[in-house]
Nanobody, 122 residues
Framework: QVQLVESGGGLVQAGASLRLSCTASERIPSNYRMAWFRQTPGNEREFVARVSWSVGMARFADSVQGRFTISRDNAKNTVYLQMNSLKPDDTAVYFC???????????????WGQGTQVTVSS
């Protein structure tokens, strides 16, 4: 059972940057993807970004393309989400996920972190 722990959330002003981290409790299998989702009250979890663990191929939601980047450190079993030019609409709980996923659907991911709050004030 892989456990994921996120960190790095907080309260920032619009235009600022934050970096989220997600560390896994054990080595991530090479066929896994790591992803970030976000959720606001009353809404479903929304895909933000994903990266393939082996080759580092990344995909982003249109809403964050060009502002967010995702990277991983295989040696540390850690994935990062660098968020730049933050907007109030980015306010959400951000979740890290892992699994042998082939899509950006939340149902494709097997393991989830507890979430970290990101709040962007205007």
């Amino acid at each position: 059972q892989v456990q994921l722990v996120e960190s790095g959330g907080g309260l920032v002003q619009a235009g600022a940057s934050l970096r989220l981290s997600c560390t896994a409790s054990e080595r991530i299998p090479s066929n896994y993807r790591m992803a970030w989702f976000r959720q606001t009250p009353g809404n479903e979890r929304e895909f933000v970004a994903r990266v393939s663990w082996s080759v580092g191929m990344a995909r982003f939601a249109d809403s964050v393309q060009g502002r967010f980047t995702i990277s991983r450190d295989n040696a540390k079993n850690t994935v990062y989400l660098q968020m730049n030019s933050l907007k109030p609409d980015d306010t959400a709980v951000y979740f890290c996920a892992a699994g042998p996923a082939t899509s950006s659907s939340s149902t494709d991911y097997r393991y989830w972190g507890q979430g970290t709050q990101v709040t962007v004030s205007s």
